[in-house]
Nanobody, 123 residues
Framework: QVQLLESGGGLVQAGGSLRLSCLAS????????MAWFRQAPGKEREYVAS???????YYADSVKGRFTISRDIAKNSVYLEMDSLKPEDTAVYYC?????????????????WGQGTQVTVSS
């Protein structure tokens, strides 16, 4: 059974930093794409960043220059370093894996999802 387990969320003041982790189990994603999405209350789930097995990284414009996605292939994990956080970054952050086609920023493009971790940024 494939599981993605996120951790590292919490409450932080605007301008602060957080590091999210996602540990995958049940299969390896060493030759696959992993990504982060987020969903704020009352809004649709939106793309944050993705990292291909080649190391190539892509970001949503709203987080470019502030967030950094990284992978640890050996640990079957993906991370999201979030700096200069803003109140509008408040959301539940989800890890996704196994790109099945379509745009990297599309929710429907990933087969596996974690349960999410809450990030709250106070002003």
């Amino acid at each position: 059974q494939v599981q993605l387990l996120e951790s590292g969320g919490g409450l932080v003041q605007a301008g602060g930093s957080l590091r999210l982790s996602c540990l995958a189990s049940g299969r390896t994603f060493s030759a696959d794409t992993m990504a982060w999405f987020r969903q704020a209350p009352g809004k649709e789930r939106e793309y944050v960043a993705s990292c291909l097995w080649t190391g190539l990284q892509y970001y949503a414009d709203s987080v470019k220059g502030r967030f950094t996605i990284s992978r640890d292939i050996a640990k079957n994990s993906v991370y999201l370093e979030m700096d200069s956080l803003k109140p509008e970054d408040t959301a539940v952050y989800y890890c996704a894996a196994n790109w099945v086609g379509g745009g990297l920023g599309n929710v429907d493009s990933y087969r596996y999802w974690g349960q999410g971790t809450q990030v709250t940024v106070s002003s």
